[in-house]
T-cell receptor, first 113, second 114 residues
Framework: DQQVKQNSPSLSVQEGRISILNCDYT??????FLWYKKYPAEGPTFLIS?????DKNEDGRFTVFLNKSAKHLSLHIVPSQPGDSAVYFC????????????FGTGTRLQVFP | NAGVTQTPKFRILKIGQSMTLQCTQD?????MYWYRQDPGMGLKLIYY???????DKGEVPNGYNVSRSTTEDFPLRLELAAPSQTSVYFC?????????????FGNGTRLTVT
């Protein structure tokens, strides 16, 4: 039972445009959400996070939106750059502890010139 | 500034062989984790440790063992390799257990069991 779902395995966006990566979850007890970015042959690196008490968190070109009623979050990248090409993982937790993080399956983003 | 270092990068094992995946971190983090990532799947937690001498099972611990004798090192042991253990293994660390302290990952070990 996949509690965190990223239904789009891949996404292709032109440089300069907006990239929107989506993530759905089933556990209403999840209260903290993170996005990790992964380049080939490297480990994931933390990108941005959001607590369930917020509906938006912004860090430079990256913004995460949380819709608790829909159990949905999205990552917006504006403007997209070729260096953003990577796999993006959504993760969620319901205990506040890192040992209970549940990861999604990832979305591969390709930003082309 | 090495961060989390995993060795080896690649390994091919025959069914029934054993091996140890090494993980070391130089950030003095108390919390360490082992994840596996299968193709098309998210990362799944195998084992974790909250400090030297303390380990606990994650979501998929069967077929693996760990030890934590020092703060720096957290090796993962496969005793009888099976094809189902073919995966990419990631070690990670964090300074606290809170989600406010994101995980720092190593670059992974790609293991194939044939």
């Amino acid at each position: 039972d996949q509690q965190v779902k990223q239904n789009s395995p891949s996404l292709s966006v032109q440089e300069g445009r907006i990239s929107i990566l989506n993530c759905d979850y089933t556990n209403s007890m999840f209260d903290y959400f993170l996005w990790y970015k992964k380049y080939p042959a490297e480990g994931p690196t933390f990108l941005i996070s959001i607590s369930s008490i917020k509906d938006k968190n912004e860090d430079g070109r990256f913004t995460v939106f949380l819709n608790k009623s829909a159990k949905h979050l999205s990552l917006h990248i504006v403007p997209s750059q070729p260096g953003d090409s990577a796999v993006y993982f959504c993760a969620a937790s319901d205990t506040g502890n890192t040992d209970k993080l549940i990861f999604g399956t990832g979305t591969r983003l390709q930003v082309f010139p | 500034n090495a961060g989390v270092t995993q060795t080896p990068k690649f390994r091919i094992l025959k069914i029934g062989q054993s091996m140890t995946l090494q993980c070391t971190q130089d950030m003095n983090h108390n919390y360490m984790y082992w994840y596996r990532q299968d193709p098309g799947m998210g990362l799944k937690l195998i084992y974790y440790s909250v400090g030297a001498g303390i380990t606990d099972k994650g979501e998929v611990p069967n077929g693996y063992n760990v030890s934590r004798s020092t703060t720096e090192d957290f090796p993962l042991r496969l005793e009888l390799a099976a094809p189902s253990q073919t995966s990419v293994y990631f070690c990670a660390s964090s300074p606290t257990r809170s989600n406010n302290s994101p995980l720092h990952f190593g670059n992974g070990t790609r293991l194939t069991v044939t």
